[in-house]
């Protein structure tokens, strides 16, 4: 059976993640998501009113137009979880294909979601709920699996496409975290069972953003104590504490309002991010909130309570809110440049639970918004946090596991994919024989 996979985009960059593999007449495409820097540099882009053709050409979500030349009908697509780099092209591409869209129940409700904003396609490819640890037929001789992994969202999955000529396994994104605050540990059990199945791993196509950190990727469990740390050391302060973390990050939003309750005071989800994430994890049953706890997401109810928190007093409430990055329209960037009613005063702390993402546009809009906090008399601080992705021990556990016959790193640029193809070659592959550097829009013939 032929076997070819098409690195459509994440391959230049972090994010419009998109890989489709045709095994024999059948495809499967991976991912379909949003390059978020590229919306970013620009002011007030809304893309749900944008036309694909302008985000393609804009760089924000990947130019697709390489698979009229990939030979076989696609049969899902398959987002590995509902971070917007993964999810966040969907409801501009989907609709091109005949296909369903196939994920975790978290995942497919984000998706959902993004398609009833959309306001220029109609998307109405089906939308297929699939469990972690479950399989589906893809045409007459694969399988498509879903083995849960470890990351900074919950319910996600690596994908495996199961072939005769060996597996398939798309890689993106996961951390080794065998001790999660929310869900189960990554399911290491299974990917050496894949290893041994059939013909064992044809290709891995892995995830490179912290190849070049030494060590193991700590577990979530670790920032949860960091946090408890610092918010627990604040017990006695009587002025304004803010935090702010990933939106999605249910986990570490959960250990944020464990600990405001902790120390006495009221916490409250602020953002529209913010209300969309934790609101459809409580849904869904995934995480468990206070009945008091006050999600608001539209502008005028977010200023409301800014206005109660402050004719209640500061001292007795912890804002969580949008803008880690330091973006634009987020809450946290509103209050650092005075434009909400909540009033920072010297000596106010404010909580990063979260790393800068090392992008230009991030990394400066990141800068800006602290400056203007500090100008402000708060007092930040950073990086209360753990990655979501593999560092270099992590790499090579996989790789022990998988022993894969080929390898493919994606989810980055040249630049991010040399300390991983130095780890595998530590391992025994070549550039060229069985180690593949790709670009987008290129496709990989692995069996004629």
Same mark, same amino acid.
């Given at each position: 059976? =032929? ?14 993640q ?20 590229? !919306?970013? /540099?620009?002011?007030? !882009?809304?893309?749900?009113?944008? @036309? ?7 760089? *924000? ?9 990939i030979?076989?009908?696609v ?10 780099? @993964? ?14 869209? +196939? *994920? ?6 984000? %998706? ?5 904003? =959309?306001? #220029? ?38 994908? +495996? ?7 398939? %396994?798309?890689g993106?994104?996961k951390?080794?975290?065998h001790?999660?605050? $929310? ?18 791993? $044809?290709?891995? /196509? ?61 916490? %409250? ?6 209300? #969309?994430?934790?609101?459809? *994890? ?18 005028k ?12 007093? &500061?001292?007795?409430?912890?804002? /969580? +809110? ?7 329209r ?32 991030n ?9 203007? $906090?500090?100008m ?9 946090? %753990? ?7 992590? @790499? ?8 894969? &016959? ?16 130095? $780890? ?5 592959? =070549?550039?060229?024989?069985?180690? @593949? /550097? ?10 004629e």
């Amino acid at each position: 059976m =032929e076997i070819e996979i098409a690195t459509i985009g994440g391959y230049e960059e972090v994010g419009r993640q998109m890989t489709a593999v045709r095994a024999g007449d059948n495809v499967v495409i991976f991912d379909m998501g949003l390059n978020l820097s590229k !919306v970013l /540099i620009h002011d007030n !882009v809304e893309t749900e009113r944008m @036309h694909s053709l302008d985000l393609i050409d804009m760089g *924000a979500i990947p130019d697709d137009r390489v698979m009229s030349d990939i030979e076989g009908d696609v049969q899902a697509i398959v987002p590995t979880h509902g971070h917007l780099d @993964h999810i966040g092209a969907i409801s501009k591409l989907a609709h091109r294909y005949d296909a369903p869209i +196939v *994920a975790t129940p978290f995942t497919i409700e984000l %998706v959902k979601q993004q398609i009833e904003s =959309e306001e #220029k396609f109609g998307v109405q490819n089906d939308l297929i709920k699939m469990e972690a640890g479950s399989m589906r037929d893809i045409g007459d001789e694969c399988e498509l699996e879903f083995v849960n992994v470890t990351h900074s969202i919950i319910d996600a999955i690596n994908p +495996v496409l199961h072939t005769p000529e060996g597996s398939v %396994v798309y890689g993106l994104d996961k951390r080794m975290d065998h001790n999660p605050v $929310l869900g189960d540990p990554i399911d290491m059990d299974r990917f050496r069972e894949i290893s041994r199945e059939g013909e064992g791993v $044809l290709c891995y /196509i892995e995830d490179c953003t912290n190849a070049s950190k030494k060590g193991k990727t700590p577990s979530e469990t670790v920032a949860r104590e960091q946090l408890r740390d610092v918010m627990y050391s604040l017990e006695d302060y009587d002025g304004g504490i803010v935090a702010t973390t990933f939106s999605s990050h249910i986990a570490r939003v959960t250990s944020l309002v464990e600990f405001a309750k902790d120390i006495g005071r009221q916490p %409250v989800l602020l953002g529209r991010s913010m209300e #969309k994430y934790s609101g459809t *994890a409580e849904r869904l049953g995934f995480a468990e909130f206070p009945d008091d706890l006050g999600m608001y997401g539209h502008r005028k109810s977010v200023d409301r309570t800014f206005k109660r928190i402050m004719e209640e007093g &500061k001292e007795d409430y912890l804002p /969580i +809110v949008t803008g880690h990055q330091g973006e634009p329209r987020a809450m946290l960037t509103r209050m650092a440049r005075g434009e909400t009613p909540y009033e920072l005063d010297e000596g106010d702390k404010v909580i990063f639970s979260a790393r800068v993402i090392p992008e230009p546009t991030n990394e400066g809009q990141r800068y800006q918004a602290e400056t203007l $906090l500090g100008m402000q008399g708060a007092r930040i601080y950073d990086d209360i946090h %753990v990655s979501g992705h593999l560092n270099q021990e992590g @790499h090579y556990q996989m790789l022990d596991a998988l022993q894969p &016959k080929n390898l493919i790193p994606a989810h980055q640029d040249m630049k991010g994919f040399a300390p991983y193809v130095d $780890l595998a070659r530590n391992q025994g592959y =070549e550039i060229g024989r069985d180690l @593949h /550097i790709t670009e987008n829009g290129n496709t990989i013939q692995l069996t004629e």
